[in-house]
């Protein structure tokens, strides 16, 4: 008896994108399965941040299709773009919680943005996701009297609140210390297997990319190297993801011409 695969939660083809003439990403092509965690990870400059841009919807591609739970994201109106991205959690960088508001305050925004619950219900659902991520009892502190651990652990209870299908990490670990960090892998992988939500995290810390990942794809100057699991991506060959996992120095092939274009062509 055949057996139908899920649909994709994320399936992107042949996406390119562009900063003025420099083109960033170079027809990428990759899927995420339902209750994968996939890594995205590379150097500085190696696109992942534009990639990651484009997956929430915030770049619209110049060629090629990005499409989140079957929803093609440069085709979706507003409403249905909307709609779609109530079913996306996203944990930025730094955080990003709002100063002026309590960690509840901060957690609870999304429910009073985008539902009609009741304040006691958006309370109870705030503080039952600052438990999951062990900050309860938090809710009153203000994020200037958060570890930068808890910082993000707060902004994850936020991302959260709302049970999203797909969840965006932009550098979980970055500037935490290797215990902190280690906690947060945990929780990222508990979160997957409790909550049966798809995790994309883009990071470029090698350790806990090769913790929480079930599949990894690896970008370079906007091109997708590999896509595998830990083994394969350890055992490559390719010289450019070598580097990377040794942290070693790549040398900066200079071209003449192209050099000396960049110096005396005309603003656009």
């Given amino acids: 008896m055949s057996t139908t695969q899920p649909e994709p939660v994320i399936d992107v083809h042949g996406l390119q994108a562009f900063?003025?003439?420099r083109r960033i990403l170079h027809g990428i092509d990759f899927q995420v399965q339902p209750g994968e965690i996939r890594v995205i990870m590379g150097?500085?400059?190696?696109?992942?941040?534009?990639?990651?841009?484009?997956?929430?919807?915030?770049?619209?591609?110049?060629a090629g299709t990005v499409k989140l739970l079957g929803v093609d994201v440069a085709e979706a109106s507003p409403p249905a773009l909307l709609a779609l991205r109530r079913q996306?959690?996203?944990?930025?960088?730094?955080?990003?919680?709002?100063?002026?508001?309590?960690?509840?305050?901060?957690?609870?925004?999304p429910l009073r943005e985008h539902t009609g619950l009741d304040e006691n219900t958006v309370?109870?659902?705030?503080?039952?996701?600052?438990?999951?991520?062990?900050?309860?009892g938090f809710q009153d502190l203000?994020?200037?009297?958060?570890?930068?651990?808890?910082?993000?652990?707060?902004?994850?209870?936020?991302?959260?609140?709302?049970?999203?299908?797909?969840?965006?990490?932009?550098?979980?670990?970055?500037?935490?210390?290797?215990?902190?960090?280690?906690?947060?892998?945990?929780?990222?992988?508990q979160l997957r297997d409790a909550m049966?939500?798809?995790?994309?995290?883009v990071t470029h810390e090698l350790e806990s990319a090769f913790k929480i990942a079930d599949t990894i794809t690896v970008l370079d100057q906007g091109h997708v190297l590999l896509t595998g699991t830990v083994d394969e991506v350890r055992r490559s060959d390719n010289e450019r993801i070598q580097d990377l996992?040794?942290?070693?120095?790549?040398?900066?092939?200079?071209?003449?011409?192209?050099?000396?274009?960049?110096?005396?062509?005309?603003?656009?």
């Fill in 142 to 189: 203000m994020p200037s009297q958060l570890s930068g651990g808890m910082v993000k652990r707060a902004a994850l209870a936020r991302a959260i609140v709302m049970d999203p299908k797909l969840l965006f990490f932009d550098e979980p670990s970055a500037g935490l210390d290797p215990v902190v960090s280690a906690e947060l892998d945990e929780l990222i992988i």
């Fill in 88 to 109: 996306l959690g996203v944990s930025f960088q730094g955080g990003a919680l709002f100063t002026s508001m309590t960690v509840g305050d901060n957690v609870a925004l």
């Fill in 19 to 21: 900063y003025g003439r």
């Fill in 43 to 62: 150097g500085s400059g190696s696109g992942k941040s534009t990639l990651l841009r484009h997956l929430l919807g915030l770049q619209r591609p110049v």
């Fill in 245 to 268: 996992l040794n942290r070693r120095p790549r040398e900066v092939e200079v071209d003449v011409d192209d050099y000396l274009r960049r110096l005396t062509e005309e603003e656009a």
């Fill in 123 to 136: 309370r109870i659902m705030s503080r039952l996701k600052l438990e999951v991520v062990n900050l309860g």
């Fill in 196 to 201: 049966r939500m798809s995790i994309v995290v």
